[in-house]
């Protein structure tokens, strides 16, 4: 729940997309991240093929899931 009552509403991690996140991409750089550290992006329906992609091509390990309510966002 949002801090007025309401729904939470989390926005994509793409840069300069507003649009509701619908998923999780939970991903580490291990040349810079501790073991066991992952950060998290939200991807929209439209941008989750772009930033899954991003990640991909630069070998990090990563796990894609739906977004649900309950989810922490980082």
């Keep these: 729940m949002s801090l007025f009552g309401g729904p939470e509403r989390f926005a994509c991690s793409r840069a300069a997309c507003t649009a509701q996140a ?3 991409i ?17 991807a929209c329906d439209e941008h ?6 991003f990640l991909v091509t630069r070998g990090f390990p990563l796990e894609v899931s ?7 966002a980082s």
């Design 22 to 24: 619908s998923w999780r």
């Design 26 to 42: 939970d991903w580490s750089n291990p040349r810079i991240h501790a073991a066991g550290r992952r950060k998290t992006w939200l």
């Design 48 to 53: 989750r093929d772009y930033l899954e992609g």
């Design 66 to 72: 739906p977004l649900h309510a309950e989810d922490p």
